[in-house]
């Protein structure tokens, strides 16, 4: 599994980014994948998953409405549209081959992250 984010950066409350994981090594569109992100000195969180066709998705109630997991099969690439940033949404994003609907898949299932930093 190889997975390479990008799209991170510095934003101002209130701005928007769009983060990307390029996969290979494994069959991406019969995977469902997620995004897991983690603050400093906090545990990983859950953030969002979808399913192989892009169809169902599932947000964690702190991004709800303000975040939007997306998928290209034909690109192996998921997106993160992340718009209305909060402090509080600072910290490093990986996407992950998920291992279920919701929740932290093991870390060997994780890419390199890529950090969100919320700041004004």
């Known amino acids: 599994v190889q997975l390479v984010e990008s799209g991170g950066g510095m934003v101002q409350p209130g701005g928007s980014l769009r983060l990307s994981c390029a996969a290979s090594?494994?069959?991406?569109?019969?995977?469902?994948m997620t995004w897991v992100r983690q603050a400093p000195g906090k545990g990983p969180e859950w953030v969002s998953s979808?399913?192989?066709?892009?169809?169902?998705?599932f947000y964690a109630d702190s991004v709800e409405g303000r975040f939007t997991i997306s998928r290209d099969n034909a690109k192996n690439t998921l997106y993160l549209q992340m718009n209305s940033l909060q402090p509080e949404d600072t910290a490093l994003y990986y996407c992950?081959?998920?291992?279920?609907?919701?929740?932290?898949?093991?870390?060997?299932?994780w890419g390199q992250g890529t950090q969100v930093t919320v700041s004004s």
């Open positions: 979808v399913d192989t066709g892009g169809g169902e998705t």
């Open positions: 090594g494994f069959i991406f569109s019969i995977h469902w």
């Open positions: 992950a081959r998920a291992t279920g609907q919701t929740g932290v898949p093991p870390r060997a299932f």
